[in-house]
């Protein structure tokens, strides 16, 4: 709270008359800490044990109040009794204590200086109690002139309670409180509106965050306090059954308020106990806490923590839907209430009312059910409606029920919602109302099981069922121009799609079949068959969208898994697209959905990845999968071609052939001809008694796309590897492609494609990239020089969530080479890590691809064993080193945590 007039506690004061304090406070203080103390094992003990959540406050705000009195008692003399009056205000005049909530205390004295000792003494054995207390001193003006001039100290006043004191300084406040020229309804309301707007901002108007904070998030208590405090304004009352009685609340929104709080108390003590402090942010160790301690065990198709945050977003989904709908009340009578009408009628059912949709009359629904769908597909199709009247939305939610079995087979009704996937505005607003009003999940029963479902990891930032939202808004975002410099190919894509309401049946279906246990794919794929078969599309467009749905995780994992240089490898995912059309789908509900699942998976390398693979497949369908590259015609094209550069600068073929035997095939795969005859010349100039290194451009289509790729021309030495990316990491680096080459003479040609920490190519001026290769060359140049892993504090968040470290090997053919998957949780240094334990294990790295997904990284590489006994078999070995580097890379995880 702000002070009018702050005291300080300094230490007990004298015994005497006015400006003195008590005697024997410390065997009083030590008194009180001891029954405190019992007090809150107590509750503690009644909270596991399941007992009344609304007791358990109680119990506390009354002790707390009982402790209050003995201490204002003890400290503050009778004849004080006239000048001094103590009243709780905020969440403890609302009478809401939790094991460790502020005690909120305002005092108002009539001349706060003539009790300015005995003030202290009271404060002073409060903070010996380790109390959190918030306090201020004031006069009774100074409370008329802050309460005006601030709506949170005027909220908090009127919340007050009076404890003790004066009563007659209480009366005295009560009856400039009740002023209705302080902070008017009018006033009031829209000062709490554009608070809470603010605070909403901070959020992203996200109710589904992560690590939500009770208190503040959207949906969260405080949305619930503003609701009240607008009503205890305006009506004088916020007793949810007095409310309902005065026809502001609706019997359903009662239940959600007094369900919604009761749940969210009960979330809050128990953070509090966990915590051992004031704690209202519900952290990933908190909520696999909470969810264990609270009875939430995991099933075979959920983690217990899941369920215990889907009945969390539930409740906070059902919180905000009663916080929005009592605003929208308000801004239509209070705000609103006296404009003069304009009403424009749509059809006999609907009319527009001050830019604002509304049904006609009150028995719409009953006498044309399919009129619940149909206003969402006029808002979708104009631009003026700015929303839906409170009384409208209120009766939506009453007839929920009309949306049965029947409802979703009539003709009417799949027609409707197929022009809504069809119409040209505001789908994803529209959307989204369905999906609150509780619309979308009775029409669509699968999306109503993935509301509110989470996903316990970093990787997923968002629940299921915002995710899914989030996909088709993103693919609705490729309509607009301004997406084009970030995204051409998908916004030409989607541009050219025959039907793009598809598309968005197979965004609504991608992710619905998780929660239910097995491959959420063929689950969703399943529901979009039944979905597309209800609404009457042709047998083409399901097995189009059915596909899209089963193998939507299919372009990125190629990307991101694969060698998509080599024609093999496109040839064999243009098999499986088959058509440009297919390809064009999935392009876009690829790049639509990496986008929705977390922003920081889309970066520069993913995106130039993803355009390759959608390019290289392209020419591949036009040119007929019956007519595939041949790899070593194409590999022959680019020596040829680079050789006659090379010819040009005075280079012979055989001096250039010398050279050409140190890298594979994949050097001239993955490189232009330009590229080679740059590399081959500079090794060929090279002074042999250091690296070479050499920085390449791997460009994307837009500016910050592509990413630089550092290539290393040096003899081969022990923890080469680990080495170079340590070196890459301290610069600030991070690999995500690397390909080794050791030829038999002991010299090395490795590439590394790295990004810079805000996932761009880094090097893009001349300084930079001078700056960058002197730096490695001075690093690489040290003969002798083992970098160590770079050692830095893991976050809190990969703290909490590790990842099971797995690593398997799968043989590829019979000499002693592995494609080898590793997953594990993201640190700093871990590629550094895994070099050593390479050389450690007698490994030699030929390929890596470097996939990051939140905290955790699912990287891939191809290994040899070039140290493998005699004897032995590939699969003894595959298991004997996949457990060696599990183990390794889980003691160095050991040692960060």
């Known amino acids: 709270m702000s002070d009018s007039a702050q005291v300080t506690p300094t230490g007990p004061a004298r015994s005497g008359a006015a400006g003195s304090g008590p005697p024997g406070v410390g065997p009083f203080v030590e008194a009180l800490r001891e029954r405190l103390s019992a007090h809150d094992a107590d509750l503690a003990d009644r909270y596991w044990s399941r007992h009344n959540i609304e007791d358990l406050i109680a119990s506390r705000t009354s002790f707390i109040d009982g402790l209050l009195g003995e201490i204002w008692a003890h400290c503050i003399p009778e004849s004080a009794s006239k000048d001094l009056a103590l009243f709780a205000v905020g969440g403890y005049g609302r009478g809401e204590q939790f094991p460790h909530s502020d005690v909120d205390l305002l005092i108002v004295a009539r001349r706060p200086t003539t009790w300015r000792n005995e003030v202290r003494s009271f404060l002073h054995v409060l903070y010996d109690l380790n109390l959190d207390v918030g306090h201020s001193v004031r006069r009774l003006t100074d409370c008329r002139s802050e309460a005006a001039g601030d709506i949170t100290v005027a909220t908090a006043m009127y919340e007050r309670r009076f404890l003790t004191g004066s009563t007659k300084l209480a009366e005295k406040l009560d009856r400039i409180m009740a002023s209705r020229r302080l902070w008017p309804s009018d006033k009031f309301f829209r000062a709490k509106r554009d608070e809470q707007n603010a605070r909403h901002q901070q959020y992203d108007n996200v109710e589904y965050g992560l690590e939500p904070n009770l208190k503040t998030s959207p949906g969260g208590l405080r949305d619930l306090q503003t609701a009240m405090w607008v009503f205890q304004r305006h009506f004088g009352t916020s007793d ?56 939430f065990a995991d099933t075979d198709a959920r983690r217990g923590v899941e369920r215990f945050m889907s009945l969390y977003y539930q409740h906070v989904l059902a919180l905000r839907e009663v916080n929005d709908i009592v605003l929208q009340y308000f801004d239509e009578s209070i705000l609103r209430g006296r404009e003069k009408p304009v009403i424009e009628p749509i059809n006999e059912r609907f009319q527009i009312r001050n830019h604002y949709i509304e049904f006609s009359h009150d028995h719409v629904l009953e006498e044309t059910p399919s009129a619940i769908l149909e206003i969402f597909v006029i808002m979708a199709n104009r631009r003026d409606i700015s929303g839906v009247r409170a009384g409208t939305i209120r009766n939506i939610r009453e007839h929920l029920a009309l949306i049965d079995e029947d409802f979703r087979h009539d003709p009417e009704n799949t027609r409707l919602f197929m022009e809504f996937l069809k119409a040209p505005y505001t789908l994803v607003s529209q959307l989204t109302r369905m999906r609150r009003y509780g619309v979308l999940g009775r029409y669509i029963p699968e999306f109503g099981r993935i509301i509110g479902q989470m996903q316990h990891d970093l990787f997923h930032i968002y629940t299921v069922d915002a995710h899914t939202i989030t996909v088709i808004r993103n693919m609705r975002r490729l309509h607009f121009r301004a997406s084009e410099a970030q995204f051409p190919v998908a916004c030409h894509c989607v541009r050219n799609l025959p039907k793009v309401e598809l598309l968005y049946i197979a965004g609504l279906y991608h992710d619905i079949g998780k929660g239910r246990g097995g491959d959420h794919s063929d689950l969703g794929a399943v529901d979009a068959v039944a979905f597309c078969r209800r609404h009457g599309l042709t047998d083409d467009d399901t097995e189009l969208v059915e596909w899209l749905v089963r193998q939507h995780l299919l372009m990125s994992s190629v990307a991101q898994r694969k060698d998509i240089y080599d024609p093999d490898v496109i040839l064999e995912f243009a098999s499986e697209v088959k058509s440009e059309r297919r390809l064009d789908y999935l392009y876009a509900l690829t790049v639509a959905d990496i986008n929705a699942t977390n922003p920081t998976l889309w970066n520069a390398w993913r995106a130039t990845l993803l355009r390759q693979l959608y390019a ?33 600068r005075g280079f012979s073929e055989a001096d250039v052939q010398e050279f050409w035997a140190v890298p594979g095939d994949e050097f001239f795969l993955r490189h232009t001809p330009r590229q080679v005859a740059e590399v081959t010349a500079a090794m060929a100039g090279h002074d042999e008694d250091g690296p070479l290194v050499l920085l390449l451009e791997r460009r994307g289509q837009v500016s910050d796309e592509g990413a630089t790729e550092i290539c290393i021309y040096t003899r081969d030495r022990e923890r080469l590897f680990a080495t170079t990316v340590s070196a890459l990491n301290q610069l ?43 730096k490695l060359t001075a690093t690489l140049s040290n003969p002798e020089l083992k970098l160590s892993p770079t050692r830095r504090r893991l976050s809190r968040q990969l703290k909490q969530l590790p990842t099971p470290t797995e690593v398997v090997l799968k043989p590829r053919g019979k000499q002693r080479v592995y494609e080898m998957t590793v997953i594990a949780s993201d640190r700093p240094g871990l590629l550094a890590s895994l070099g050593g334990l390479f050389a450690e294990l007698g490994i030699d790295l030929i390929d890596a691809r470097i996939a990051t997904l939140g905290e955790r990284v699912e990287d891939v590489f191809t290994i040899r064993d070039a140290a493998a006994p005699e004897g032995s078999t590939i699969g003894e070995r595959a298991y004997l080193l996949a457990a060696a580097i599990r183990q390794g890379l889980d003691a160095q995880i050991a040692q960060a945590l």
């Open 240 to 295: 949810p059954k007095d409310l309902e009685r005065l026809g502001a609340l609706t019997a359903q929104e009662r239940l959600w308020l007094e369900d919604g709080q009761r749940f969210l108390w009960w979330v809050r003590f128990g953070l509090h106990l966990l915590a051992g402090r004031k704690e209202d942010r519900l952290q990933f160790e908190y909520q696999r806490a909470l969810a264990e301690r609270l009875g």
């Open 616 to 648: 290289e497949t392209r020419r591949a369908l036009r040119r007929g999968l019956e007519s595939p590259i041949d790899k070593q015609a194409t590999v022959r094209a680019c020596q040829e071609s680079a050789l006659e550069k090379l010819e040009n």
């Open 732 to 774: 600030g680096l991070s690999v995500h492609d690397a390909n080794i080459h050791t030829a038999e003479n002991g010299w090395c040609l490795n590439f590394f494609v790295v990004l810079d920490a805000e996932g761009k190519p880094p090097g893009r001026s001349r300084g930079q990239r001078e700056t960058l290769t002197r």
